[in-house]
Nanobody, 126 residues
Framework: QSRFVESGGGLVQPGGSLRLSCTAS????????IGWFRQAPGKEREGVLC????????NYLDSAAGRFTISRENAKNTVYLQMNSLNSEDSAVYYC???????????????????WGQGTQVTVSS
C-alpha cells in the first residue's frame, strides 16, 4: 500500500522548533512533488509547503514564510518540515501527501494529493 508515515511531532513551547519527517512506503518519492498540510480541530485542512521533484519549494501558508522550510532526501525516501518560532496557532495534526504538481493546491483540491499518512500531532503550549 502506498502511503506516507509522518513522525517528529510532539509538545513544544512557544518559540521552539520541531523537525517533522515524512517517509514514503510502497513507492519512490523521486517522481512526485510532496506537500505538507495541517489540520487543527474544527478547522479545514490547509496547505503549508510543497517541494517539487527539482527541490523548488512552494509556500501555501503566509504565516509559514520565514519560519518553516521543506526539504527532501530522495535516498531516504523522506521529506522534512523544519518549523521554527512556533506559536499556538501552529498546533495541529500535520500530514504529507504526494502530487504531480505543487500548483495543484489549492485550486484543484485535496483530491490531487494522494497517499496521505496518519499525521503527526504538533502541540505548541507553555
Amino acid at each position: 500500500q502506498s502511503r506516507f508515515v509522518e513522525s517528529g511531532g510532539g509538545l513544544v513551547q512557544p518559540g521552539g522548533s520541531l523537525r517533522l519527517s515524512c517517509t514514503a512506503s510502497g513507492f519512490s518519492i523521486d517522481y512526485y512533488d510532496i506537500g505538507w498540510f495541517r489540520q487543527a480541530p474544527g478547522k479545514e485542512r490547509e496547505g503549508v509547503l510543497c517541494i517539487a521533484t527539482n527541490s523548488r519549494t512552494t509556500n501555501y501558508l503566509d504565516s509559514a514564510a520565514g519560519r518553516f522550510t521543506i526539504s527532501r532526501e530522495n535516498a531516504k525516501n523522506t521529506v522534512y518540515l523544519q518549523m521554527n518560532s512556533l506559536n499556538s496557532e501552529d498546533s495541529a495534526v500535520y500530514y504529507c501527501a504526494k502530487t504531480w504538481a505543487c500548483s495543484n493546491w489549492p485550486h484543484k483540491g485535496q483530491g490531487t494529493f494522494t497517499s496521505w499518512g496518519q499525521g503527526t500531532q504538533v502541540t505548541v503550549s507553555s
